[in-house]
């Protein structure tokens, strides 16, 4: 493969990523290659006995691909650096810019405050994730669809009563 994948993410804007819910949804051909054939482009590897995650690290963030250990691709996400100051323009950087690219695409937010976060749900079931950094909301992570959405709004309201 020689990177060809690694390359590939490096070309999906964050923004795309969000309001597409999954790599596969951003990249040209569809699909993303097996496990093993990825595994020696990641940065990182790591293994609980059931998932593989596949971590590749670029300027200002990571992008995280999740398998089963049978090789089965799971979901994804992306973990952005809040303090970066090398990983060029991000349009949602912050809830405003979330807010004005969401209009722009017609899509609703549907805001949930939790402890230590805000999170952002998405009409695909994204999530995106806002924390506190030197007194402003800055976007720490986007969390691709995995299950429907109001599985994934069950699950944050839960989450937020609980909190």
């Known amino acids: 493969m020689n990177g060809k994948f690694r390359a590939a993410i490096a070309t999906v804007p964050i923004e795309q990523y969000a309001f597409q819910g999954q790599l596969p949804l951003c990249l040209a051909h569809s699909a993303l290659p097996a496990l ?6 990641a940065d990182e590897v790591w293994s609980d006995g059931q998932h593989e995650v596949l971590t590749f690290h670029y300027a200002g963030h990571a992008v ?3 398998f089963r250990c049978s090789g089965t691709y799971l979901f994804d996400s ?5 303090d970066c100051s090398d990983c060029g323009e991000i349009a949602i950087r912050t809830p405003e810019g979330l807010f004005l690219h969401a209009t722009g695409a017609g899509a609703k937010l549907e805001p949930f405050e939790l ?3 805000l999170v952002y749900l998405l009409p695909n079931a994204v999530t995106v994730h806002y ?3 030197e007194q402003q909301w800055m976007l720490t992570k986007i969390a691709g ?7 994934t709004r069950a699950s944050l309201q839960m989450i937020m009563s609980a909190g």
Not at 145 to 151: A, L, Q, W
């Open 145 to 151: 669809s995995f299950r429907n959405y109001e599985d």
């Open 115 to 117: 402890t230590d976060e």
């Open 64 to 66: 995280n691909v999740t």
């Open 131 to 133: 924390h506190k950094h």
């Open 78 to 82: 992306i973990d952005v650096w809040a």
């Open 36 to 41: 093993e054939a990825l595994k020696p482009q």
